[in-house]
C-alpha cells in the first residue's frame, strides 16, 4: 500500500499549528467505470462538486488510476486531490483496514476529525463498498454517500444522477447503546455511561427510545451498590422495571426488592423513617452475603488485591458477627465476657466510664471465639491452611507488604471464607444468590 501524489500533504506539515483550519473532506472510493467510464466520471464529478469538499482523497486499485486521472481533471483547482492506493480491492479485512490507516492519517495530518469527512462508496467493488461504509460507521464520519439513478452497464447515466445521503448516527445509536449494555454486565460503570451519553435517542427505533433512562437508572444503580451505597442503589433499581429483551437480565427481580430492602435498613438504620437517634448498623448474615457478592464481582474484573481486601474484611466481620451472639463487641470487650481462665491472653489497655476494655483484632477475635468454646473459633487457628492464606494475603500491596495477590491466592482465600460463612449461616449460599447482580451467575 503507498500513498500517492503527497505534495499538499507535504505543504500543510510546513505550517504552523495556529494557522490549520478546521478542513471538510470526502474519501471517494474509485472504480474503473465498466464499458462507461466517462458517464462514472460525470457521476463522481457532481458527487464532489454537490458536497464541495476542501480535499478529497480517491481510493484507488491499480486498475483504477485512470479514471482517478480523468476526473481530477475535471475538478476545479481550489479542491485539494490526493490519492490512496489499495494493494487487494476484493479483500473486505484488508481494505477496512487500508480505510481506518486513511481516516487515521487525516486526523493526525490534517487534524480532521471524521465528523468533518464524508465517505462517497459509489463506485468500485462490492469489497471496497463494504469495507467504505464499515469504517465510515466505525470511525464516527456524519454522512456517507453513493449515486444512485438509471444505470446502464452498472453505471448510472449522466444527467440522470441521485446523490443519496445516509447518516451513520441510526446505526451507530443502536451501536452505542449495545456497547452500554455490555460496559454494565462487565462492570465497567464509567464507559457504560460514557457509551449511553452518545446515544442520539431520537435515532433509535420507537421501541427502543425509553430504553436509555432505564439504562442509566441501571448503570448508577449497581455502581453505587458496588461502592457500598446501598441506599442509593435501591432507590434507583426498585423503580426500573421496563420489560425489554436487551436489559431483562439486568433488572433486579421484583421478588428480591423486599430482601434488598431490609438489607438497605440494615445498613443505614438512620435513614428509617421515625427514626430521632443515631442507631449502628448490625452485622447480619445478609450483609455478610452481599460483601462475599461484592468480592466476586471484584475477581470477575480481574482486580485479585480488591476481592482480598474485601475478603479478609468478611473474615474479621464473621467473627464479629459470631460474637455478637455472646453479646461482645470486639471493639470494647470487658473482662467480665471473657472466661476467667483466658483473661490474662488479653490485653485490657483502654478505659471507657472507669471501665477496662481490650479491643481484639482478627486472629484475637478467632482466638476469643475458641476460648468461648464457639467451633467458629477453629477454622482460622494458627496452623490451619486458611491462616497461612491469610498471611500470604497479608504480603499483598493492599495489605502490608508490596506484592499483588495471585489469582490462586485470591481463589483459595474465596473458597476458605465461603465455608466459615457456611459455617455461620448454613444457607449462605441461597442468601448469595438472592443478593447478586441477576444477570450473575
Known sequence: ?????????????????????S??????????????????????QKSIEAANPDFVYFVCSRTSQKTADTLESRLPERIQRERFEISDENNVDILFNDFMELIGSL?????CEPADLRMDYTSGTKAMSAAAILAAVSSGMNCIQYIA??????????????????????????????QSIENLRALRYDAASAALAAVVVDALPPSDRDLPSALDALIKGYQAWDV??????????????RPHYKIQDLLFPKEKIGRFSQLKQTLFPEKMKNCDSSP??????????????????????????????????LTEMCAQFALQKHNIDTGHVREEQIPEACRTKYCFEHEKKGQKEAKLGLHKNF??????????????????????????????????GMMPVSRETCEKLRDHVFHLLQQIAPDMEARCKALQFPWIK
Not at 23 to 44: F, R, Y
Not at 107 to 111: G, I, K
Not at 228 to 241: H, V
Open 1 to 21: 500500500m503507498r500513498n500517492v501524489g503527497s505534495s499538499e500533504m507535504e505543504n500543510r506539515k510546513s505550517c504552523k499549528p495556529g494557522d490549520i483550519m
Open 23 to 44: 478542513e471538510k473532506g470526502m474519501i471517494m472510493t474509485i472504480g474503473v467505470g465498466g464499458q462507461n467510464p466517462d458517464s462514472l466520471v460525470s457521476a463522481l
Open 107 to 111: 486526523r493526525r495530518d490534517r487534524e
Open 149 to 178: 439513478g438509471q444505470r446502464k452497464d452498472g453505471v448510472v447515466q449522466a444527467g440522470l444522477e441521485d446523490i443519496k445521503t445516509i447518516s451513520p448516527t441510526r446505526f451507530m445509536a443502536s451501536v452505542h447503546l449495545n
Open 228 to 241: 457500598f451505597r446501598q441506599d442509593i442503589a435501591f432507590e434507583l433499581l426498585k423503580t426500573t422495571s
Open 280 to 313: 449502628k448498623a448490625l452485622i447480619t448474615e445478609d450483609v455478610l452475603a452481599d460483601l462475599f457478592n461484592n468480592a466476586i464481582r471484584r475477581m470477575r474484573e480481574g482486580k485479585y488485591d480488591d476481592a482480598c481486601a474485601r475478603l479478609y474484611r
Open 367 to 400: 482466638e476469643l471465639l475458641r476460648d468461648l468454646g464457639n467451633p467458629v473459633g477453629d477454622l482460622l487457628s494458627p496452623k490451619t491452611d486458611f491462616a497461612a492464606t491469610i498471611s500470604t494475603r497479608n504480603s499483598s500491596i493492599l495489605a502490608h
